[in-house]
């Protein structure tokens, strides 16, 4: 069985998330999205807020499901038996850092690949920090945002 993880901090979620998970979806038996705890990144949306965001972005895919981790990433691939790491790449800039993580996790552990999926070029521009800026700012993030997430209205406007 391939089993392959999406990790991120999905804060929040957005369009270019979901298209990178359907696609993943049919590449693979099994699909975690896991939803990181990044100890350098201060998360604007709690966790259970992200992950009813996702788990409700994803309740149509039967081979998807969520998860939360602590750690590095190839520990947490092989505690639940994943071979593959999916990230996202819009730019040349993300390829960079990207595969610079990329080759430190082969090192780490050699058995698993991280395989990197390009993004729909109608999401090349939608980033979450720029969305937490718009609402932060008041604005309407909608368009950049899976239609099942709403923003409460306390983010709007909330100073950090």
């Known amino acids: 069985m391939k089993i392959a993880i999406f990790p991120g901090s999905f804060d929040p979620i957005t369009k270019g998330h979901e ?17 990181g705890e990044n100890s350098q990144k201060h998360s604007f949306f709690p966790l259970d807020l992200r992950k ?30 994943a071979k593959y790491i999916v990230r996202g790449i819009r730019t040349f800039a993300d390829f960079e850092f990207e595969n610079h993580i990329a080759q430190m996790n082969k090192i ?27 609402i932060k700012l008041g604005g309407n993030p909608s368009h950049f ?16």
């Open 19 to 35: 298209n990178l998970i359907y696609r993943a979806s049919y590449l693979f038996d099994k699909l975690i999205v896991a939803i």
């Open 108 to 134: 780490l552990s050699p058995d698993i690949e991280t395989i990197f999926l390009i993004a729909d070029a109608k999401y090349a521009a939608v980033k979450s920090s720029l969305i937490k800026e718009i």
């Open 52 to 81: 009813n965001w996702v788990q409700t972005t994803i309740k149509k895919l039967s081979n998807v499901n969520v998860d939360v981790y602590n750690g590095l990433t190839v520990d947490y691939c092989k505690n639940i038996g």
């Open 145 to 160: 945002l899976p239609t099942n997430v709403i923003i409460p209205t306390e983010f709007f406007n909330k100073k950090i």
